[in-house]
């Protein structure tokens, strides 16, 4: 049974950090791509960053470039989102998405609210 599930969400203010977290169980992790994402109440889903098999590649969507990190470590199975300078249009619930060739799976998410 596949499980991704994220932590590390939670309320912060303008400015501030959070460090997201996703555990992945029941997939050969080392061979899936990984992905975050976010979704706003009333918006559509959208890609924050995305991280290769291997770690060798990254991209952002470009509103958190220089903001926010991805990175994984395929010994314990895990996936990390670093976001720093948070700011208000950042909140959303994230959710993380392990994907490789046709298949794909997604956690429960976690919400993230930035307010002041």
């Known amino acids: 049974q596949v499980q991704l599930v994220e932590s590390g969400g939670g309320a912060v203010q303008p400015g501030g950090s959070l460090r997201l977290s996703c555990a992945a169980s029941g997939i050969t992790f080392s061979i899936h791509g990984m992905s975050w994402y976010r979704q706003a109440p009333g918006l559509k889903r959208e890609m924050v960053a995305s991280i290769a098999s291997n770690g060798a590649f990254t991209e952002y969507l470009d509103s958190v470039k220089g903001r926010f990190t991805i990175s994984r470590d395929n010994t314990k199975e895990m996936v990390y989102l670093e976001m720093n300078n948070l700011k208000a249009e950042d909140t959303a619930v994230y959710y993380c998405?392990?994907?490789?060739?046709?298949?794909?799976?997604w956690g429960q998410g976690t919400q993230v609210t930035v307010s002041s």
């Open positions: 998405k392990a994907y490789h060739l046709g298949s794909s799976y």
